[in-house]
């Protein structure tokens, strides 16, 4: 069963404007792990934030925020004001209080244009 | 840059050829983790090393094997490749890997084209 969705395959934005990414999440557990990784044109995966199940406190770091909603089991993700260097796949991830692995969704690919 | 390394970068074989992935965790992390991205079947965790100790299988053929040296540093092998085994090769690592609240730093990746 997939564990992470991500319903939005491909998303294209102009530059400044935001773009959402949308994450939804299935666990029994009550303690779990949520990731967000970007993939840019080179290929390597970069870590931007982990959040855990018992802190639902929403995140900001710089252009990049995060709202984590138990309620929907969503982990959102949201680029305010993109730029062209946003432009790459972004994976939503999961980790399970049994388990050491990453499971991911299908990725989000977001263009940004000049 | 993660500080996780992994050679080589490409890698161009020729079907039933076995080859070697390796990879170098970040200093002090004990915990390698190794994933395949391809095409069909996204991003999937294929097997996990604790301080030189197998910890997690995932969905990794039995033609594939992984080890983890005392030095920390692990290596994945491929063998009898097939055609379809052409895919984006991570090594990723952690801490202790005992539990999930690790982070997982991945490395640049392993591009493997079977011919």
């Known amino acids: 069963a997939q564990k992470v969705t991500q319903a939005q395959t491909e998303i294209s934005v102009v530059e400044k404007e935001d773009v959402t990414l949308d994450c939804v999440y299935e666990?029994?557990?009550?303690?779990?792990?949520l990731f967000w990784y970007k993939q840019p044109p080179s290929g390597e995966l970069v870590f931007l934030i982990r959040?855990?199940?018992?802190?639902?406190q929403n995140e900001i770091s710089g252009r990049y925020s995060w709202n984590f909603q138990k309620s929907t089991s969503s982990f959102n993700f949201t680029i305010t004001a993109s730029q062209v260097v946003d432009s790459a796949v972004y994976f939503c991830?999961?980790?399970?209080?049994?388990?050491?692995?990453?499971?991911f969704g299908a990725g989000t690919t977001v263009t940004v244009r000049a | 840059d993660s500080g996780v390394t992994q050679t080589p970068k490409h890698l161009i074989t020729a079907t039933g050829q076995r080859v070697t992935l390796r990879c170098s965790p970040r200093?002090?992390?004990?915990?390698v983790y190794w994933y395949q991205q391809s095409l069909d079947q996204g991003l999937q965790f294929l097997i996990q090393?604790?301080?030189?100790?197998?910890?997690a299988k995932g969905n990794i053929l039995e033609r594939f094997s992984a080890q983890q040296f005392p030095d920390l540093h692990s290596e994945l092998n491929l063998s009898s490749l097939e055609l379809g085994d052409s895919a984006l090769y991570f090594c990723?690592?952690?801490?202790?890997?005992?539990?999930?609240?690790?982070?997982?730093?991945f490395g640049p990746g392993t591009r493997l084209t079977v011919l």
């Open positions: 200093s002090g992390d004990l915990s």
């Open positions: 090393y604790y301080n030189g100790e197998e910890r």
């Open positions: 990723a690592s952690s801490a202790s890997g005992t539990g999930p609240t690790d982070t997982q730093y």
């Open positions: 666990t029994r557990d009550t303690t779990y792990y």
């Open positions: 991830a999961l980790s399970e209080s049994q388990d050491y692995k990453l499971s």
């Open positions: 959040r855990n199940s018992f802190d639902e």
